[in-house]
């Protein structure tokens, strides 16, 4: 079986197959079993410097090709999460923190107050006031934050990006010019579905970001445009729910892909399994390495 | 899915607290699923059925408020059913509700009977005015009660009506209620936990099993999709009786 394993934007692991923010990454128990079922790598539920209980529901909704959520970052606060990084660890694959604020004094006080094995700044999320994409569609603000928490911490800084900009490439430059060591692509698209018998928004924060199957072609592309530009490594996310999605990610350029919305829409824990033995199974059909296909879109020609 | 409307077709109050809402439709649960109930405007919550075409609400909060507030005509979003519900097994079995956890074991009462399995029920509450179906439960069989301020039935606890039973001639029993009971009777039902289903209750978000906030530990068994209802044994060594999470993911010590 071809090996899967490698580095992706500086942290080593077994698969390039991870669980994505947001997903089951409320407590260390679900962070572990999503490592124990086979994610290379588990990225936490985004933290932050204060408890927040969310918005009000309904905060997910499902419509045509996926899913609709406004969670509204609800997290326990860093001060009440290292244990569960902790026990997440147990799972035997790298835990990487999910982290929002502000600015960039929040996000340094709750990158340097976790230990974890990197930190993704969550600069996208598209449904919460004055956090994530509200303060991460300015390329400067993305680098002024990507570069005061890598002055700060010794562990990969990943940022990951939101597409619900004109140009997500210049954000993916700013993120390299502040030091990142890779961005992950995309968050959900902002969104909203309206409940017809009565006219009402549906979630309870009326709009929301779109995630699943809808979305794997604007993934695709930002990866493609991304891995086009910048130096550091893209990580994939949005849509994927099989080896074929995964190795289309990859070939876009891709080093590593995420998995949210099918842990709910598929198979559950079992899609990091049957995604990696899929890759795996089709690098050995083609007879080529984790290396050749990644990019292999910019390539042929 | 999306929350479809459903209209409300009759109200009855149950108790001073209780009250039962029916639905111009039915969702076709198993006893034991849930369903996430939109009160359009305020909130999601998830919610038991206690009949197959409606649900059972304490006034608790600002959502169940609202929800008291509606009158037939009414409507509300639903989303369901979800979840894993009750597994009928046996010849005789007997259920244990507590408060307003009696809503889902009416529900499965009704469907046993109909099976032509034989159903004793322990049903208690705080006082008598607060037994919730009494009469659906003496309709399908034996009852038992308990009242924690003796004005009906046995005084005491739940656990106080189990000395009143033969446990073992029993080959299932079922709970819902405070966590705190039914971690009190899964203690004193030893040896007995692969014959023990309980209805537990989480945190929800989403109710598909993305969120992640109703995860149990260590195990991350995900209440929403995997449970509602677990057999005992699965519980044993997991938060469940010890402490529960609130909206945040922040830890809360047991209550009651």
Redesign the interface.
Known sequence: MASLSGEVGGIRMESPVMLAA?????????????ALAGAGAVVT?SVGVA????H????????EGG?L?A?GL????YR?FQEEID?GRGGGAPVVASIFGAGAEEFVEVATGLDADGFELNLSCPHAERLGAEIGCEACNVEAITRAVKEEVNVPVWVKLTPNVADVVGLGLAAERGGADGVVAINTLRAM?I?V??G?P?L?NRFGGLSGPAIKPVAVRCVYDLASALEIPVIGVGGIASWEDAAEMMMAGARGVQV??A???VE?YGVFRSIAAGLSAYLDRKGIGMEELVGLARRAR | MRPISARIVEIVQETPTVRSLRFDRSLGPVPGQYLMVWVRGIDEVPMSFSYRDGITVQLVGEATRAIFDLEVGGSLGLRGPLGNGFTLSGERILLVGGGVGAAPLALLGEAAAEAGIEVTTLLASRCCDDLLFLKRFERIGEVVITTDDGSLGICGRASAGLSALQLQEFDQIYLCGPEPMMADVIGRCAGMETKIQASIDRYFKCGMGICGSCSLDPSGIRVCVEGPVFRADRLAGTEFGRYRRGASGIKLLRDG
């Not at chain 1, 947001?22 to 999503?34: D, E, F, M, Q, W």
């Not at chain 1, 609800?74 to 606060?77: D, E, L, M, Q």
């Open positions: 947001g997903i089951l990454g409320t407590t260390g128990a679900s962070l572990r079993r999503a539920k408890p927040r209980e969310g009000r529901g309904p905060t997910v909704v499902q419509v899913l959520n969670m609800p997290n326990p606060s009440n026990i579905a409940d018998e009565s009402m549906i309870g949210g919305t842990l709910g829409m559950g």
